[in-house]
């Protein structure tokens, strides 16, 4: 079965400093990857995703099939970044996502 | 992008009872799904809604114990049955946009069952 893993729950950084959200998942076949977002007081979005290799915000995430992972970083954080990130696993052709327990990320000044 | 209402926002539930939630979405998406998150956990998928047929339901989740309906492309039911505090969550809706994977979700529906 599917699996996504978060390590971490809560994530703290300052402001400018690099970020890396970590995410390793577990399936035997062709993975999709995704990172979504949910900031405070809004709904879950989808923040991007692994096969279309854009940087969203200055996120960006690279696929790693050998090691498993799929880590979100960012160079520099800012203080608007601070939110809940969950990586989600896509087994059923982009239909049904299988979600990580999530991240919060949070910024300091 | 598609924009999904659900309702209520919340709700404080008895024992016993159960409560429908209702899902909008402003233009058609290809498919829609029901969601649980638990305190402290992730999402979760309960089912797949299916236009004018049967939900298809995920390992641990039931129709008695939740019915779904979707009578058109824009609209679903979730109804959580015989609620026990087990069931306080919250619950998502959530449509499938046109790009692989890129789910847009409902604010959600918060159950409080006492």
């Known amino acids: 079965a599917q699996r996504v893993t978060q390590p971490e729950k809560l994530l703290s950084v300052f402001k400018g400093a690099p970020v890396e959200l970590k995410c390793n998942y577990s399936?035997?076949?062709?993975?999709?990857l995704f990172w979504y977002v949910q900031y405070s007081r809004q709904r879950l979005q989808l923040l991007l995703r692994?096969?279309s290799r854009e940087s969203i915000k200055g996120f960006t995430a690279d696929l790693n099939k050998g090691e498993t992972s799929f880590h979100l970083k960012k160079p520099f954080a800012q203080e608007e970044d601070s939110a809940m990130y969950y990586c989600?696993?896509?087994?059923?052709?982009?239909?049904?996502?299988?979600f990580g327990t999530g991240t919060q990320l949070k910024v300091e000044l | 992008s598609a924009v999904i209402s659900q309702k209520p926002s919340r709700d404080i539930c008895q024992r016993g009872t159960s409560l429908t939630i209702q899902c909008q979405v402003d233009?058609?998406?290809?498919?829609m799904f029901w969601y649980r998150q638990q305190p402290g956990q992730s999402l979760t998928l309960i089912a797949t809604a299916n236009q004018g047929s049967e939900a298809t339901y995920e390992s641990g989740f039931v129709i008695d114990k939740f019915p779904i309906s979707r009578p058109n492309l824009t609209f679903s039911t979730l109804t959580v049955s015989n609620m026990s505090p087990e069931d306080s969550s919250i619950y998502l809706c959530s449509g499938l946009g046109a790009g692989a994977g890129e789910l847009f979700f409902g604010e959600g529906s918060r159950l409080t069952v006492l």
């Open positions: 989600a696993l896509s087994t059923g052709g982009g239909n049904k996502l299988t």
């Open positions: 233009s058609q998406v290809t498919m």
């Open positions: 692994h096969i």
């Open positions: 399936y035997s076949g062709s993975p999709e």
